[in-house]
């Protein structure tokens, strides 16, 4: 998977924009309505990689399930993880892990105020 193909998949979401608030070399993606970070896109040791926000089970899972999935580099390693893009992970799994992270921080829906 290529930084276009894997950008171009995160900006797909309604509501989210790219941000570079570190340098060019980091690529943020965040929420509009709250600014929460869910994929920060990078090269590490020449690798492509990608953070993603994750439920602390399931990142455990991930990480047991998938070799090019580490703990969150830079990151708190029980609710991030880290994802090598240039292994063998199929788009769809890496897709998934997106779409989850884009909904663990999306912003919260606003309760009516009862009257």
Known sequence: MTKEEI???CLTYPDVYEDHPF???WTVIRHKANKK???LIY????RLCINLKCEP???DFLRSLFEEVKPGYHMNKMHWNTVILDGNMQAD?????VHHSF??????AK???KT
Request: charged share 35%.
């Open 93 to 97: 799994d890496v897709f998934e892990m």
């Open 37 to 39: 970070i869910f994929a």
């Open 111 to 113: 309760k009516e105020r």
């Open 23 to 25: 340098d060019e070399k």
């Open 103 to 108: 909904q663990l921080t999306k912003p919260k």
């Open 7 to 9: 950008l171009h998949y």
């Open 57 to 59: 089970s399931r990142a």
């Open 43 to 46: 090269n590490h040791n020449g």
